[in-house]
């Protein structure tokens, strides 16, 4: 099975200092990932490259076979790859249905049904006309992931998604990671909260000062020295 | 609310169309100008209201329809009213070489850029004699047509008023808005940002380029002192912000308020006056960013269509 | 065109872009201060300029006052109006988006040069102070330009020693790089944000008080000047001070230089297409800044 997510040798560079300094992954379709690493791994800045947001300087990022490394984001989500952000990004002055509605889809009519379909999903129909700015930390939260799922993507990125979010909520979210995974949907996450990612992700990446340090399952990484000594040691 | 609304725009319609009977020549001049006002504030309110990328060099468009129309008219020979319309095309095309290159920019330096445009193209037009007149300017064949002009204007500023009211009932306003709120998730959602900026620059330009090339068949006679004034960008911003960027109505209403207020004070005191309109928008930003219909809405939870 | 560029034209124009150059690159250094300490675009950059160079006029007109001494009025007195308009009303929108620091400087530049309008009038001033040039072999060095560019480099080597020397200088260059990191390390950024608001007028009306002596003073001088400092920011990097000198010279040289080739009125757009040009190519600045 040729692999859905491809980088190869990816740098990138601010200023004089590489925050991504070579880094390579491979990812298989219908699998949850982790991406591991202490502060200032490149972490994020990865994130960003694979997604179009900032451009690598080097190296290659290959989405389903294709090349990417040099798309915008909007092109790259078009391929079916969507993802969030550590910091929510949701558009406060538009309401929460009018947030998934804007996303690119076909018609109005089968946009909306799609749209309130996943808001009851995550229990949220009653605040479809709600602003998105005044809906709570967790509600935004589910709103930013749900508006990801409008195109069915087949790869979703995930940055901090259990970042300042509270135990139900997050149990309910990582349910819903699950779910996607078992539709056959790849998963790659970002997040500093380690029983989350050993709970949830089938192989980890170990990122530090922006290079691949480990890769493997969550109990073979924990257990690793390396990745002990880049977390806490040094 | 929702009710009396209707008719009471019915009423001012039919008001407004029946008032060149009754009024004078100065009078006619003078609704003629606050339509062209409310068209103007009304247009930068597509781009810089509902995007949020302030455009500073708007008056080029205006500028533009002016040249590009009263050219038409006085070597092509074209009828006024189709000139215009092709005053308002070229003023798009304009948009669309301009806004190409610039709306990739981020919006403080797309700002910068616009802020350079307005001399940039009061030099050319300057330069180029042989087309425009240079300094001397360029005379149109005399025609007395200021009530068809005041209908025509009025058409313009109603137009531009009802595709705004379209564009914020749709997803593509939607979009539009997404880039003011937060331009990165946008892209991150798949929005083209950059395409979408275009339109609504090009839909932004055209009002001001009929408009412009309106003006300047009332007039007769136009120069690019005249026709690229700075003091239009700082009106037109000023009527937006006053009114409430980003709503239908708000430009609308900052338009005829602030006209109200220029005709009152201009004409005597025209640095004072550019110098309230300095301190309005001081004002404005720093207590009511929304402006007047923007605090309304607020307060009364307006829908954003108003 | 058929000229044929000489040499000695070309010497001439280099001189001549330096000199102008270094004007630049002291009122650029002001505007790059309050973007990299703020990020606020100080749309009244050029304004300040103009005042300080009336207020220059007006000292000489009144009192005879030389010019160049002026600067020690002028300069102290343009970082205080630049410290109040930051106090009251710059300091409201530092945290807002972009925007609504972009629209606030507009509209304070409004006022500030219709206010000169109505205080001074348009009528054109002009400083008689120094005029002709000295000869220095082939080339012909503007009296007034030269004594412009010697204060020019004068004030901006002082400005550079402050900023790298000076504890408040660190300060500024700290909070231009972090405003967090600076604040956890004890840096009152509030004060800074004064500190700079007020160093960056002063620049700007040293920049008038110098041409003062050169140009006709009215109201809309500074006009030009807000723009090309932006440009000199953008060519130089945002936050990179040095980098606004070199853009400063860059800008003067590249106008000089096109003057060559072109007609004086198609000069003016030689800047905008720069800018246009740069932002597209290299946002980031030629030398390196932070976006």
Same mark, same amino acid.
């Given at each position: 099975?040729?692999?859905?997510?491809?980088?190869?040798?990816?740098?990138?560079?601010?200023?004089?200092?590489?925050?991504?300094?070579?880094?390579?992954?491979?990812?298989?379709?219908?699998?949850?990932y982790?991406?591991?690493?202490?502060?200032?791994?490149?972490?994020?800045?990865?994130?960003?490259?694979?997604?179009g947001?900032?451009?690598a300087?080097?190296?290659?990022?290959?989405?389903?076979?294709?090349?990417?490394?040099?798309?915008?984001?909007?092109?790259?989500?078009?391929?079916?790859?969507?993802?969030?952000?550590?910091?929510?990004?949701?558009?406060?002055?538009?309401?929460?249905?009018?947030n998934?509605?804007?996303?690119?889809?076909?018609?109005?009519?089968?946009a909306?049904?799609?749209?309130?379909?996943?808001?009851?999903?995550?229990?949220?129909?009653?605040?479809?006309?709600?602003?998105?700015?005044?809906?709570?930390?967790?509600?935004?939260?589910?709103?930013?992931?749900?508006?990801?799922?409008?195109?069915?993507?087949?790869?979703?990125?995930?940055?901090?998604?259990?970042?300042?979010v509270?135990?139900?909520l997050?149990?309910?979210?990582?349910?819903?990671?699950?779910?996607?995974?078992?539709?056959?949907?790849?998963?790659?996450?970002?997040?500093?909260?380690?029983?989350?990612?050993?709970?949830?992700?089938?192989?980890?990446?170990?990122?530090?000062?922006?290079?691949?340090?480990?890769?493997?399952?969550?109990?073979?990484i924990?257990?690793?020295?390396?990745?002990?000594?880049?977390?806490?040691?040094? | 609310?929702?009710?009396?609304?209707?008719?009471?725009?019915?009423?001012?319609?039919?008001?407004?169309?029946?008032?060149?009977?009754?009024?004078?020549?100065?009078?006619?001049?003078?609704?003629?100008?606050?339509?062209?006002?409310?068209?103007?504030?009304?247009s930068?309110?597509?781009?810089?209201?509902?995007?949020?990328?302030?455009?500073?060099?708007?008056?080029?468009?205006?500028?533009?329809?002016?040249?590009?129309?009263?050219?038409?008219?006085?070597?092509?020979?074209?009828?006024?009213?189709?000139?215009?319309?092709?005053?308002?095309?070229?003023?798009?095309?304009?948009?669309?070489?301009?806004?190409?290159?610039?709306?990739?920019?981020k919006g403080?330096?797309?700002?910068?850029?616009?802020?350079?445009?307005?001399?940039?193209?009061?030099?050319?037009?300057?330069?180029?004699?042989?087309?425009?007149?240079?300094?001397?300017?360029?005379?149109l064949?005399?025609?007395?047509?200021?009530?068809?002009?005041?209908?025509?204007?009025?058409?313009?500023?109603?137009?531009?008023?009802v595709?705004?009211?379209?564009?914020?009932?749709?997803?593509?306003?939607?979009?539009?808005?997404?880039?003011?709120?937060?331009?990165?998730?946008?892209?991150?959602?798949?929005?083209?940002?950059?395409?979408?900026?275009?339109?609504?620059?090009?839909?932004s330009?055209?009002?001001?380029?009929?408009?412009?090339?309106?003006?300047?068949?009332?007039?007769?006679?136009?120069?690019?002192?005249?026709?690229?004034?700075?003091?239009?960008?700082?009106?037109?911003?000023?009527?937006?912000?006053?009114?409430?960027?980003?709503?239908?109505?708000?430009?609308?209403?900052?338009?005829?308020?602030?006209?109200?207020?220029?005709?009152?004070?201009?004409?005597?005191?025209?640095?004072?006056?550019?110098?309230?309109?300095?301190?309005?928008?001081?004002?404005?930003?720093?207590?009511?960013p929304?402006?007047?219909?923007?605090?309304?809405?607020?307060k009364?939870?307006?829908?954003?269509?108003? | 065109?058929?000229?044929?560029?000489?040499?000695?034209?070309?010497?001439?124009?280099?001189?001549?872009?330096?000199?102008?150059?270094?004007?630049?690159?002291?009122?650029?250094?002001?505007?790059?201060?309050?973007?990299?300490?703020?990020?606020v675009?100080?749309?009244?950059?050029?304004?300040?300029?103009?005042?300080?160079a009336?207020?220059? !006029?007006w000292?000489?007109?009144?009192?005879?006052?030389?010019?160049?001494l002026?600067?020690?009025?002028?300069?102290?007195?343009?970082?205080?109006?630049?410290?109040?308009?930051?106090?009251?009303?710059?300091?409201?929108?530092?945290?807002?988006?972009?925007?609504?620091?972009?629209?606030?400087?507009?509209?304070?530049?409004?006022?500030?040069?219709?206010?000169?309008?109505?205080?001074?009038?348009?009528?054109?001033?002009?400083?008689? !102070?120094?005029?002709?040039?000295?000869?220095?072999?082939?080339?012909?060095?503007?009296?007034?330009?030269?004594?412009?560019?010697?204060?020019?480099?004068?004030?901006?080597?002082?400005?550079f020693?402050?900023?790298?020397?000076t504890?408040?200088?660190?300060?500024?260059?700290?909070?231009?790089?972090?405003r967090?990191?600076?604040?956890?390390?004890?840096?009152?950024?509030?004060?800074?944000?004064?500190?700079? !608001?007020?160093?960056?007028?002063?620049?700007?009306?040293?920049?008038?008080?110098?041409?003062a002596?050169?140009?006709?003073?009215?109201?809309?001088?500074?006009?030009?000047?807000?723009?090309?400092?932006?440009?000199?920011?953008?060519?130089?990097?945002?936050?990179?001070?040095?980098?606004?000198l070199?853009?400063?010279?860059?800008?003067?040289?590249?106008?000089?230089?096109?003057s060559?080739?072109?007609?004086?009125?198609?000069?003016?757009?030689v800047?905008?297409?720069?800018?246009?040009?740069?932002?597209?190519?290299?946002?980031?600045?030629?030398?390196?800044?932070?976006?």
């Amino acid at each position: 099975m040729s692999p859905i997510l491809e980088v190869r040798g990816v740098i990138k560079r601010f200023g004089g200092v590489a925050a991504v300094n070579g880094v390579s992954l491979a990812l298989e379709p219908g699998r949850i990932y982790g991406l591991i690493g202490p502060n200032g791994s490149g972490k994020t800045t990865l994130f960003n490259c694979i997604t179009g947001v900032d451009q690598a300087d080097e190296g290659e990022i290959l989405f389903k076979g294709r090349r990417i490394e040099r798309l915008k984001p909007h092109q790259i989500f078009h391929l079916g790859m969507g993802r969030t952000f550590q910091v929510i990004r949701v558009f406060p002055e538009l309401t929460a249905l009018e947030n998934l509605l804007v996303v690119t889809t076909s018609g109005y009519s089968e946009a909306r049904r799609r749209a309130q379909e996943l808001l009851a999903l995550v229990k949220l129909e009653r605040l479809a006309e709600e602003f998105a700015g005044n809906l709570s930390y967790g509600q935004q939260k589910l709103v930013e992931f749900i508006r990801v799922l409008m195109t069915d993507p087949e790869m979703i990125l995930l940055d901090e998604p259990a970042a300042g979010v509270n135990r139900t909520l997050l149990n309910e979210l990582l349910d819903a990671v699950r779910r996607l995974r078992d539709q056959g949907k790849t998963v790659l996450l970002v997040e500093h909260d380690m029983k989350v990612v050993m709970g949830l992700c089938e192989t980890v990446f170990v990122l530090d000062h922006g290079e691949n340090l480990a890769q493997g399952a969550p109990g073979v990484i924990q257990a690793d020295e390396r990745v002990i000594e880049a977390y806490f040691g040094r | 609310m929702k009710r009396w609304f209707p008719v009471a725009l019915g009423l001012a319609a039919v008001g407004l169309a029946l008032y060149p009977v009754q009024a004078t020549g100065y009078g006619i001049r003078v609704m003629l100008q606050l339509f062209m006002w409310i068209a103007l504030a009304q247009s930068w309110n597509l781009i810089s209201g509902l995007t949020g990328y302030v455009s500073f060099g708007h008056v080029a468009f205006f500028g533009m329809g002016s040249y590009a129309s009263s050219l038409l008219i006085v070597k092509a020979g074209w009828p006024w009213p189709v000139a215009c319309l092709g005053g308002g095309a070229m003023a798009a095309v304009l948009a669309l070489v301009i806004g190409w290159p610039c709306l990739r920019l981020k919006g403080p330096y797309f700002a910068i850029a616009m802020l350079g445009l307005n001399e940039v193209l009061r030099v050319i037009a300057s330069y180029y004699e042989g087309l425009t007149g240079g300094g001397n300017g360029l005379s149109l064949p005399t025609l007395d047509a200021s009530v068809q002009i005041y209908y025509a204007m009025g058409l313009v500023a109603a137009a531009v008023t009802v595709v705004t009211y379209f564009i914020l009932t749709s997803r593509f306003g939607l979009r539009l808005m997404t880039i003011r709120e937060d331009e990165v998730a946008a892209e991150a959602m798949g929005i083209d940002t950059l395409r979408y900026k275009l339109y609504a620059f090009l839909l932004s330009a055209a009002g001001p380029g009929i408009v412009g090339g309106l003006s300047a068949r009332d007039q007769g006679y136009i120069e690019p002192i005249s026709v690229f004034p700075l003091v239009m960008t700082i009106t037109m911003i000023v009527m937006v912000l006053f009114g409430g960027k980003g709503t239908i109505w708000g430009p609308v209403l900052g338009a005829t308020l602030l006209f109200a207020f220029q005709e009152a004070v201009w004409a005597r005191f025209i640095y004072l006056h550019q110098l309230l309109f300095g301190a309005i928008i001081v004002a404005v930003v720093l207590l009511m960013p929304r402006g007047i219909l923007g605090v309304l809405q607020q307060k009364y939870n307006l829908p954003r269509t108003i | 065109m058929g000229v044929l560029i000489t040499p000695t034209m070309v010497g001439q124009v280099v001189i001549s872009g330096l000199l102008a150059g270094s004007l630049y690159a002291l009122v650029a250094l002001g505007l790059g201060l309050i973007f990299g300490v703020m990020r606020v675009l100080n749309v009244a950059h050029g304004p300040l300029m103009m005042l300080g160079a009336y207020t220059t !006029f007006w000292l000489f007109h009144w009192f005879g006052f030389n010019p160049y001494l002026s600067l020690l009025l002028t300069m102290p007195l343009l970082f205080v109006v630049g410290v109040v308009l930051q106090r009251f009303l710059v300091r409201r929108v530092v945290d807002a988006p972009e925007l609504s620091s972009l629209l606030l400087t507009f509209g304070v530049s409004i006022a500030l040069v219709n206010l000169a309008q109505l205080a001074f009038t348009s009528d054109l001033r002009a400083v008689e !102070f120094l005029t002709g040039s000295f000869s220095v072999g082939p080339f012909a060095l503007s009296k007034p330009r030269l004594a412009a560019c010697a204060f020019a480099i004068a004030i901006t080597i002082a400005a550079f020693v402050f900023l790298k020397y000076t504890r408040l200088g660190k300060a500024i260059r700290a909070v231009s790089q972090s405003r967090e990191v600076a604040q956890v390390c004890g840096i009152d950024v509030q004060r800074i944000h004064l500190l700079a !608001f007020g160093l960056g007028s002063a620049l700007a009306a040293a920049g008038g008080t110098l041409v003062a002596v050169m140009v006709a003073i009215q109201p809309e001088m500074g006009q030009v000047y807000t723009f090309k400092s932006f440009l000199v920011i953008v060519l130089g990097g945002a936050g990179n001070y040095p980098g606004a000198l070199l853009g400063g010279l860059l800008l003067g040289l590249v106008e000089q230089l096109a003057s060559l080739f072109l007609t004086a009125q198609v000069n003016e757009a030689v800047a905008y297409v720069l800018l246009v040009l740069v932002l597209l190519i290299r946002p980031t600045g030629l030398l390196k800044g932070r976006a």
